[in-house]
């Protein structure tokens, strides 16, 4: 049945031009940002977001959502490159890249490292995505029968566990958390029509939007602290020539052979990463080097600038990529950042996320043809697919010219063009200045946020996910007949509640951090 | 309610403890102590200026201020950079936001320019 659909889902992607070349588009620019250090994946879907919504009906639903999925993933690998060659991450998940990248870089390697990141992300991505199409629909077999009271103990546990994760601090996470929540409670209830903490403006009456409040904290944040270092006009010195050994530009069978297991092993800690919502693939990535580092034979030269290093924490970031849309295809739950910006393309599309998803019914209307929400969904999957492919073949080939040409990129120019773009597209998502105003200030926001180590990440997810728990809220307070004590209950409307089982977890999970935390301050 | 009001005394809880010194152990790049005040008040002065100029003279001259503003702060001091770069931009997105996706292009409170941006974006 799922090979069945994998097929149907290529059938519909090959059906739709727009997708497939959004997906070899998302492959480039996600490299490209992923690549620029301090830029994410995260930043160039906030500043695309607006274009993509507006276009949507234009290219078909698919196209757009394939484009953030495979943005996601690229942009994951081309930090890598920014890792091996600037000895910069690109992106936090490729922080352990650096341990080993940058030194094959300075023995002049630089186009060995590149091939391993490649090989080693597309290797994990593969792996991860195979974890999420099979993993996802089983879980979702059995999460659809849940009602309002499960789905709020599930959200519930994904904001205190999100927050206790998240970050090295508990309690900076948990308020990160609170805080992207306060902020989405802001503007009209949905069944009253009271106003809740508009402080009298009228546009804050229909609420925050999400796309100046990513720009504000991915972007402007970003643009903020270019600006500290503006006094460089290059963004990094790399010496070129160290790319140019044609003898080090090979990653060898032997050496690929040497690495499978450890990618396999690898790939299974970011896939187990990436299912858990909040921990990410900056987390995956350093599990899966120490854990190597401490099998390996040589783990002497771990460090000096071994393929090795470099294939294990770019098989676990990038496995991360599939698996952390299980939470959010079969709970509603955005694991990462990205993950819950897909929240929004999926509702423009008439799509709600959870696992009804995989329906086969009611057909919808998507790029001028008639599908069910299953077939639109294994699409992307498709797509995803597509995309590991085609970011593994242009990061081969082309990653070295990517970093030649991010290294001679001036700072002076490129961020200027980018707080504009950002102004811009803050404008765009509801043609309201005032949502210029917020993207601003949450840039403000954004910056003392990075600085004090609160999770951005955290933010925007509480945010999103705040308005479904606060329905889930509301129709459970409805069909209690015992108020509150609905959630404690293994029992409502005759039918078993998981609700106290998911409450115990997220209890579970953020004692045990507690403890862990407690342990560690004490130690150390 | 109760969330605002917990966050609010969470913070001056922070603040009191920051003005009594009790912040721990400050690791490189933490807090704001090495923070370039000056650079943050220009970016954060740049947008608060396009916001003001799109308020008054609508969005096209906003671009071009903005842009204009944020070159300076990025350290371009070539009159020519700044102006062509500026002009270019303005363009760009005026044809992109307003032209292609059909945003409200709203007029300024001083100046009416959609007259000559309309050629532009074509409506």
Same mark, same amino acid.
């Given at each position: 049945?799922?090979?069945?659909?994998?097929?149907?889902?290529?059938?519909?992607?090959?059906?739709?031009?727009?997708?497939?070349?959004?997906?070899?588009?998302?492959?480039?620019?996600?490299?490209?940002?992923?690549?620029?250090?301090?830029?994410?994946?995260?930043?160039?879907?906030?500043?695309?977001?607006?274009?993509?919504?507006?276009?949507?009906?234009?290219?078909?639903?698919?196209?757009?959502?394939?484009?953030?999925?495979?943005?996601?993933?690229?942009?994951?690998?081309?930090?890598?490159?920014?890792?091996?060659?600037?000895?910069?991450?690109?992106?936090?998940?490729?922080?352990?890249?650096?341990?080993?990248?940058?030194?094959?870089?300075?023995?002049?390697?630089?186009?060995?490292?590149?091939?391993?990141?490649?090989?080693?992300?597309?290797?994990?991505?593969?792996?991860?995505?195979? #974890?999420?199409?099979?993993?996802?629909?089983?879980?979702?077999?059995?999460?659809?029968?849940?009602?309002?009271?499960?789905?709020?103990?599930?959200?519930?546990?994904?904001?205190?566990?999100?927050?206790?994760?998240?970050?090295?601090?508990?309690?900076?996470?948990?308020?990160?958390?609170?805080?992207?929540?306060?902020?989405?409670?802001?503007?009209?209830?949905?069944?009253?029509?009271?106003?809740?903490?508009?402080?009298?403006?009228?546009?804050?009456?229909?609420?925050?939007?999400?796309?100046?409040?990513?720009?504000?904290?991915?972007?402007?944040?970003?643009?903020?602290?270019?600006?500290?270092?503006?006094?460089?006009?290059?963004?990094?010195?790399?010496?070129?020539?160290?790319?140019?050994?044609?003898?080090?530009?090979?990653?060898?069978?032997?050496?690929?052979?040497?690495?499978?297991?450890?990618?396999?092993?690898?790939?299974?800690?970011?896939?187990?990463?990436?299912?858990?919502?909040?921990?990410? =693939?900056?987390?995956?990535?350093?599990?899966?080097?120490?854990?190597?580092?401490?099998?390996?034979?040589?783990?002497?030269?771990?460090?000096?600038?071994?393929?090795?290093?470099?294939?294990?924490?770019?098989?676990?970031?990038?496995?991360?990529?599939?698996?952390?849309?299980?939470?959010?295809?079969?709970?509603?739950?955005?694991?990462?950042?990205?993950?819950?910006?897909?929240?929004?393309?999926?509702?423009?599309?008439?799509?709600?996320?959870?696992?009804?998803?995989?329906?086969?019914?009611?057909?919808?209307?998507?790029?001028?043809?008639?599908?069910?929400?299953?077939?639109?969904?294994?699409?992307?999957?498709?797509?995803?697919?597509?995309?590991?492919?085609?970011?593994?073949?242009?990061?081969?080939?082309?990653?070295?010219?990517?970093?030649?040409?991010?290294?001679?990129?001036?700072?002076?120019?490129?961020?200027?063009?980018?707080?504009?773009?950002?102004?811009?597209?803050?404008?765009? =998502?509801?043609?309201?200045?005032?949502?210029?105003?917020?993207?601003?200030?949450?840039?403000?926001?954004?910056?003392?946020?990075?600085?004090?180590?609160?999770?951005?990440?955290?933010?925007?997810?509480?945010?999103?996910?705040?308005?479904?728990?606060?329905?889930?809220?509301?129709?459970?307070?409805? #069909?209690?007949?015992?108020?509150?004590?609905?959630?404690?209950?293994?029992?409502?409307?005759?039918?078993? =509640?998981?609700?106290?089982?998911?409450?115990?977890?997220?209890?579970?999970?953020?004692?045990?951090?507690?403890?862990?935390?407690? =342990?560690?301050?004490?130690?150390? | 309610?109760?969330?605002?009001?917990?966050?609010?005394?969470?913070?001056?809880?922070?603040?009191?403890?920051?003005?009594?010194?009790?912040?721990?152990?400050?690791?490189?790049?933490?807090?704001?102590?090495?923070?370039?005040?000056?650079?943050?008040?220009?970016?954060?002065?740049?947008?608060?200026?396009?916001?003001?100029?799109?308020?008054?003279?609508?969005?096209?001259?906003?671009?071009?201020?903005?842009?204009?503003?944020?070159?300076?702060?990025?350290?371009?001091?070539?009159?020519?950079?700044?102006?062509?770069?500026?002009?270019?931009?303005?363009?760009?997105?005026?044809?992109?936001?307003?032209?292609?996706?059909?945003?409200?292009?709203?007029?300024?409170?001083?100046?009416?320019?959609?007259?000559?941006?309309?050629?532009?974006?074509?409506?």
């Amino acid at each position: 049945m799922i090979f069945e659909d994998i097929l149907g889902g290529f059938a519909t992607l090959l059906s739709d031009p727009y997708a497939i070349w959004f997906v070899f588009l998302a492959a480039f620019v996600g490299i490209v940002f992923g690549a620029l250090p301090g830029l994410t994946a995260a930043a160039a879907i906030a500043m695309m977001l607006p274009i993509l919504i507006a276009y949507n009906d234009e290219i078909g639903g698919l196209a757009g959502l394939a484009f953030l999925y495979v943005i996601g993933k690229s942009g994951r690998y081309g930090g890598s490159i920014a890792a091996i060659l600037f000895n910069t991450p690109g992106t936090a998940a490729s922080a352990a890249t650096m341990q080993d990248g940058y030194p094959m870089t300075q023995k002049g390697q630089a186009g060995k490292a590149l091939k391993t990141a490649t090989i080693a992300s597309a290797y994990g991505d593969y792996f991860g995505e195979i #974890i999420l199409i099979f993993g996802a629909v089983s879980i979702a077999a059995f999460t659809k029968q849940f009602g309002p009271p499960e789905n709020f103990a599930i959200y519930l546990m994904a904001f205190v566990v999100i927050g206790s994760v998240v970050s090295d601090s508990i309690i900076k996470g948990i308020i990160s958390t609170l805080f992207g929540a306060a902020i989405a409670l802001i503007g009209e209830d949905t069944i009253t029509g009271q106003f809740k903490m508009t402080m009298g403006i009228d546009e804050l009456e229909s609420g925050m939007a999400l796309v100046p409040l990513l720009i504000g904290v991915f972007v402007i944040s970003e643009v903020i602290i270019q600006a500290e270092k503006a006094a460089k006009v290059k963004m990094i010195d790399l010496d070129s020539t160290k790319l140019d050994d044609p003898t080090a530009h090979y990653f060898t069978w032997p050496e690929f052979k040497r690495c499978f297991p450890l990618m396999f092993r690898s790939s299974i800690y970011g896939s187990l990463i990436g299912m858990m919502p909040g921990l990410g =693939s900056s987390v995956a990535c350093f599990v899966a080097y120490g854990e190597e580092k401490r099998k390996a034979k040589n783990k002497a030269e771990w460090g000096t600038g071994v393929v090795e290093g470099i294939a294990a924490p770019e098989s676990a970031n990038n496995a991360v990529s599939g698996p952390s849309m299980i939470p959010l295809l079969t709970l509603g739950i955005p694991g990462s950042t990205i993950a819950a910006v897909l929240i929004g393309m999926f509702l423009v599309n008439g799509l709600q996320v959870g696992p009804q998803i995989f329906a086969t019914e009611p057909p919808l209307f998507v790029a001028g043809q008639m599908m069910s929400p299953r077939e639109f969904i294994f699409g992307i999957f498709a797509a995803g697919l597509v995309g590991i492919a085609a970011y593994a073949t242009i990061g081969y080939f082309a990653a070295p010219l990517i970093g030649k040409a991010i290294a001679v990129l001036p700072t002076q120019y490129l961020y200027p063009v980018i707080f504009m773009i950002s102004l811009a597209a803050s404008y765009s =998502s509801r043609a309201s200045i005032w949502d210029v105003g917020f993207a601003i200030l949450f840039g403000v926001i954004g910056y003392g946020m990075r600085r004090t180590n609160f999770s951005a990440a955290a933010f925007i997810i509480a945010f999103v996910l705040t308005s479904s728990m606060e329905e889930s809220f509301r129709q459970s307070m409805i #069909i209690s007949d015992s108020g509150m004590l609905v959630f404690f209950q293994f029992e409502y409307m005759g039918k078993f =509640s998981y609700a106290p089982i998911f409450l115990i977890i997220g209890a579970v999970v953020v004692g045990f951090r507690a403890y862990s935390s407690i =342990s560690a301050s004490k130690k150390a | 309610m109760a969330l605002a009001v917990s966050l609010i005394l969470g913070a001056a809880w922070l603040a009191i403890r920051a003005y009594k010194g009790k912040v721990g152990e400050i690791k490189d790049g933490y807090g704001f102590l090495d923070s370039n005040m000056r650079r943050i008040t220009v970016v954060v002065g740049c947008g608060a200026f396009f916001v003001l100029v799109f308020w008054l003279f609508g969005y096209f001259v906003a671009i071009i201020a903005g842009y204009m503003m944020a070159q300076l702060a990025f350290g371009v001091r070539d009159k020519l950079k700044l102006i062509s770069g500026a002009l270019i931009m303005a363009i760009a997105m005026q044809w992109l936001f307003m032209g292609v996706m059909r945003l409200n292009d709203p007029r300024g409170v001083l100046i009416d320019m959609r007259p000559y941006t309309n050629l532009i974006s074509g409506e």
